[in-house]
């Protein structure tokens, strides 16, 4: 059915039905009500339909109501865990760790902005040239984030990290190669032992996914907190309480930040803290709590090699405001940091552990200086992996580093 002829029809059937009041029922109530006063619509404009695309059509009016409109196939398919729609006829998804263009258009991008509009209205939010970006919370769990112009070239922005209804254990990565049964009982010994650790990788490489299964390593008799910016980490203890951040409202005011929540956790007697990732400031009161009592905290930090994570941890201690020195943030780190876990995304979009380092302090007494020597414990050894999985295991290789922590 043409576009117009579409749009009139759900003009005219949005003048006879109260979404707002036929919100309240049922699923299959909704789409009975639909269907009625579709086929009065149909018969009073004297358009003829097939029983195939009259249902084609209910089913549309229905998502475009009540759900996610073009992308609610993609919404539905748990393979499916990022969406980008960059214009309303260029949608991509990224689908077993590859991104695709997917076969899904918007009528226009003003339909684009209506579908946003509907989403984001729940959350008391909204997009404008006064507010060009917003980033929201969707119903299931999953994250919008929409930007528009003046911000962004193109008309609208929408990005969609879904929400993982089916959470992976680590017999699941073990089985899809992204570390084997060694590396798997190391990591639970790091866990049991109270190491602090570190997840780092790039982009989509895995991160929360890791954070999430080894947070339940923990033993059931201890009390965490976990700190994040949208609730993901499902841990399956009886004593844990889940804090998530908050972004300003329209007036700028009632910001309530991941540094904020670290602070105020550090008063709600934890055994230990898990962050769903550090990005800035708070890295200084992530150390801290690392550092005085809560030993075995865990979290995130984008960064392309251990190296490069040391280098980012320095520069946010730095800019923490505390005139620390390098010497002084890299003293920080060692003594806080006893394991980092970093991810790599392959070509064919394989997700790897590739490395497991520790993090020592080697100080210099006489220059005064503080340097960080990061032992690998476990590596991977082959740039492309193996069609076959059975071959996966050869590639992880223990160096015979035994960590510090384990022999205290």
Known sequence: METYIFENIYKKLASRIDIFSLSCAEDKNKQKIIEKNLSFI???????????????????????????????EAMKDDDVTEIMINNFNDVFIEKSGLIQKANISFNNN??????????????????????????????????????????????????????????KTIENLIIEGTLNNEISDFIKLCVGKKANIIISGATSTGKTTMLNIISNFIPENERVVTIEDTFEININLKNVVSL???????????????RDLVRNALRMRPDRIIVGE????????????????HHGSMTTIHANSPVDLISRLETMLIMSGLSLNPSSARRIISSSVNIIIHLEKLKNGKRIISKICEVINESNVIGEKSEIVIKDIF?????????????????FRHTGHIPLFLKQ
């Open 110 to 167: 003003l339909h684009v902005k209506n579908f946003v509009e509907k989403i984001l209205s729940p959350s008391g939010l909204r997009i404008d040239e006064s507010c060009p970006m917003a980033d929201a919370r969707l119903k299931d769990g999953s994250r919008i984030n929409v930007v528009i112009k003046p911000v962004s070239l193109n008309e609208i922005i929408v990005s969609i990290r879904k929400f993982k209804k089916k959470l």
């Open 278 to 293: 550090v990005r800035g400031i708070e890295a200084l009161d992530v150390l801290q709590a690392m550092n005085t009592g």
């Open 42 to 72: 149909l018969d009073n404009e004297k358009i003829l339909l097939s029983e195939k695309d009259f249902k084609i059509i209910s089913n549309q009016i229905f998502e475009e109501s009540f759900g996610y409109g073009p992308i609610n």
């Open 379 to 395: 590596n991977y050894l082959c740039a492309d992996i193996p069609s076959k999985k059975t071959d996966l295991n050869d590639h």
């Open 244 to 258: 998530e951040s908050r972004m300003p409202n329209i007036e700028g005011k009632g910001e309530i930040t991941i």
